[in-house]
């Protein structure tokens, strides 16, 4: 099966441009997460989709951070204004729905690595 | 979240058994112990989870103290391809926050030929 697909694997830009990340999870698989590495930091959690609602957003940063699943499939993250903070590795991971799915393990993409200058 | 404390870095040679130890000393009756890994230039990978009992499969053992303190991920016969950030991750096994992984700093596992 294809894997958690993320595009762009890479992006720069400057201060104060938008920038829009997306996600393709494994399909089937209605559980839906952003996680994210700043510089030096750990890995922390952004938030989590079941199917296209959001189900727990407490690590979003702020409100220039917009995550959106239509149609409970593919996910976007934009990041609008961009601040030189927010250079880091943004992952995806998804996970299917079965009835034990607080263990059902979460698959990564590879990441989007942001570099805002 | 219960609080973990696992080595900076580890070294192994290749194909020799590897344990990976991970105290977990405030972890509550109802957490599982998920055990991630990251190599480089990729994404979280999984690698096992338990509660109480070992647990096996092809990619590595986990060994669980009796009184879930701590827990040894063994890998029992490294390769190159193991070279990676190693995560232990206890994980609410309740409630909404599935899925949601706090990770610490992790060990680093460098293996050499």
């Known amino acids: 099966e294809a894997g958690v697909t993320q595009f762009p694997s890479h992006s720069v830009i400057e201060k104060g441009q938008t920038v829009t990340l997306r996600c393709d999870p494994i399909?089937?698989?209605?559980?839906l997460y952003w996680y994210r590495r700043v510089m030096g930091k750990e890995i922390k959690f952004l938030l989590h989709?079941?199917?296209?609602?959001?189900?727990?957003e407490s690590g979003m940063p702020n409100n220039r951070f917009l995550a959106e699943r239509t149609g409970g499939t593919y996910s976007t993250l934009k990041v609008q204004p961009a601040e030189l903070e927010d250079s880091g590795v943004y992952f995806c991971?998804?996970?299917?729905?079965?009835?034990?799915?607080?263990?059902?393990?979460?698959?990564f993409g590879n990441g989007t690595r942001l570099t805002v200058t | 979240d219960a609080k973990t404390t696992q080595p900076n870095s580890m070294e192994s040679n290749e194909e020799e058994p590897v344990h990976l130890p991970c105290n977990h000393s405030?972890?509550?009756?109802?957490?599982?112990i998920h055990w991630y890994r990251q190599l480089p230039s990729q994404g979280p990978e999984y690698v096992i989870h338990?509660?109480?009992s070992n647990v096996n499969n092809r990619m590595a053992s986990l060994a669980i103290a009796e009184d879930r303190k701590s827990s040894t991920l063994i890998l029992h016969r490294a390769t190159l391809r193991d070279a990676a950030v190693y995560y232990c991750?206890?994980?609410?096994?309740?409630?909404?926050?599935?899925?949601?992984?706090?990770f610490g700093q992790g060990t680093i596992l460098t293996v050499h030929p």
């Open positions: 991971a998804s996970s299917q729905p079965d009835r034990s799915s607080y263990n059902s393990p979460l698959h």
């Open positions: 399909s089937g698989h209605d559980n």
């Open positions: 989709f079941v199917k296209e609602s959001k189900q727990d």
């Open positions: 405030t972890i509550s009756g109802t957490d599982y």
């Open positions: 338990g509660l109480t």
């Open positions: 991750i206890p994980t609410n096994a309740g409630g909404t926050s599935y899925g949601k992984l706090t």
